[in-house]
């Protein structure tokens, strides 16, 4: 069992930045893809972004190419999607995803374990 815990949401201006973190704990392995999804209130949730376990793979929704970047860190079995240029519409509840092989997909029916998620609010 893999056990995700996202952290770093909160309410910020439009135009600034956050940095979300998923740390993974329990039955981890550095070889998984993980991956970042939100849900905005009343709507379903989407793809954000994703990155292949040794992280040389990345794909990313159209909507926040270019102001989102996700990374990770192995040794510390931790994910981060650090969020700029934030804009109302980013407002959703964010979720951190893995899987249980190395390679990225935007189909959240191909992960395997999600975290709690963690809020954030882009006031304009």
């Known amino acids: 069992q893999v056990r995700l815990a996202e952290s770093g949401g909160g309410l910020v201006q439009a135009g600034g930045s956050l940095s979300l973190s998923c740390a993974a704990s329990?039955?981890?392995?550095?070889?998984?893809?993980m991956g970042w999804f939100r849900q905005a209130a009343g709507k379903e949730r989407e793809f954000v972004a994703a990155i292949s376990g040794a992280g040389s793979s990345t794909l990313y929704a159209d909507s926040v190419k270019g102001r989102f970047t996700i990374s990770r860190d192995n040794a510390k079995s931790t994910v981060t999607l650090q969020i700029n240029s934030l804009k109302p519409e980013d407002t959703a509840v964010y979720y951190c995803?893995?899987?249980?092989?190395?390679?990225?997909?935007?189909?959240?029916?191909?992960?395997?374990?999600w975290g709690q998620g963690t809020q954030v609010t882009v006031s304009s």
């Open positions: 995803a893995s899987r249980r092989v190395r390679f990225v997909t935007r189909r959240d029916f191909e992960y395997d374990y």
């Open positions: 329990g039955r981890t392995s550095s070889s998984t893809a």
